[in-house]
């Protein structure tokens, strides 16, 4: 992740991610149409909060670090520009699933 | 489970699952037209996450783990496809009930 | 119940009802006509769930057990059909109440 | 109550209750026409559940118990059947009050 | 409040309110017409109820006591009919205010 | 605040305000006609309810105090009249801010 | 932050934030037409209220201070003028997050 991540915080539980970038062929080499591009749901933790507080008022650690590739949710999502580049934030609990290092 | 699910782990209580093969024939041998073929219910566990913490901050343990078969709900569920093989993702608290092995 | 059911666990704080045969005939004698047929509320539990825990994560025990009459609530329940037979899922808190053996 | 009761037994924290029988004349002895017979409110307990458990698992008791003179709400109740009589199911915390016997 | 009020009480944290009756003359003493009077918004309480458990099960006290002032909001609140006399059900929560005796 | 609110007070963490006068001129000493006098947020506290309890049982003390200048919220609020004079009751967690006096 | 802020205190979990000027010109220099700016996401915090309490009474300290640069949800936030100024209110909870100073 480049200089500006570490200077952007997200708040709480949230998460900030990049896409990954779309595959412009199919397995077979052919081009697929812009139209036809589904969102990409494969994507990469770029930064992440400090974690949102229970009712006990303890703060519940996130379970996805930064650099983890992670599958997302179809729908949800806030759309965020930093410095012109793409960026999306979740919340930690809308995360389906990780790929193990 | 092939090797690819232990690679991809779910996230808090949700639970990733693979639905049975559909009975193609009737039990009488009779071929089952393709839009008769209701949606299969049953399935086997392939990856389960950590679990979920409660109210208290202690993560609650799942009730299905990996190879189990489990009978799912009509709705809901996640899918999700990895390496072209199509799964579904469900929360541990959907599963309506499993058959003891 | 038979040897099916002590294979099939309902999860968390389910449990598994088969509805009483309807009355085919009024108290005098006369075929009720099948549309007549109202649901049939009276049913046997013939399989019950570990439990559900509560916010504190406890398990709450079940109100049911297996053999009990129970008085089903007209609406709710999910069909389950479990080698060919008719059964319903219900939580336990919806059961209205039961018969004392 | 009739032995019929002692059998049924609500569950968790519902009453069973049998509504009074309506006047069917007016203060000054005329008869009220069939349809304009409002719901009757008054009843009487006939079955009480053990009651429910609130959130730290502990069993609430009931406020009502069997015998005593209630005022029901307008509205809500399940109306249930028990060899042949009628009867309404209640939530201890839907009776409005009672009359101190 | 009369004898019939001791006689009933309402359940948890339940009121039992007469309102004032309304004023028939403005200050200049002209007639103020059936429809235009408000709903009067000035009762007195003539029954409470015992209180409601809160979540830890411990019964919270009421604010208000037989034969205060209090201000009614203009919404809510179940009319009762105690032998041919209009009273009002409110919860202690949503009694506006009262007036220091 | 006049003798008669002592008399008057809300009840839980309900407080009772006064808005300010509209201000009828412009800055440039132009009479705003009435349509376009928005609703003053301005207010003064003159009653403070005991404050309300949380779920633990405990009263929550409130955060304004009797002669405090506040902001109002833009909606909400309860209209009430005190001996011909016109208040708003809000909740004590819906005032905006308040200005160190 | 000017005088007047240090006078107004947000009440609860409520921050004030003032919005950054909007870019006039793109990039390149060219004039951004008036309808065609977006809504400035950036703003700097310059009052704070208290905090909120949580379920169990404590005071939850909120997650930014007075001066840090923060980015602003696309919706939500309640606009507060004071002397003549425009600033917005919004919870600690909703900001999304902030620049490390």
Request: glycine share 10%; hydrophobic share 45%.
């Amino acid at each position: 992740a480049s200089r500006a991540f570490k200077k952007f915080m997200p708040l709480f539980d949230r998460v900030l991610v990049e896409r990954f970038a779309p595959e412009l062929k199919t397995k077979g080499g052919i081009m697929i149409p812009e139209k036809a591009l589904g969102k990409v749901l494969d994507a990469t933790i770029v930064a992440v909060g400090p974690g949102a507080r229970n009712e006990t008022g303890t703060v519940v650690p996130l379970t996805v670090a930064v650099g983890e590739r992670v599958l997302l949710p179809e729908y949800g999502g806030t759309k965020v520009e930093i410095e012109d580049k793409e960026y999306f934030l979740f919340r930690d609990t809308d995360i389906l699933g990780k790929w193990e290092s």
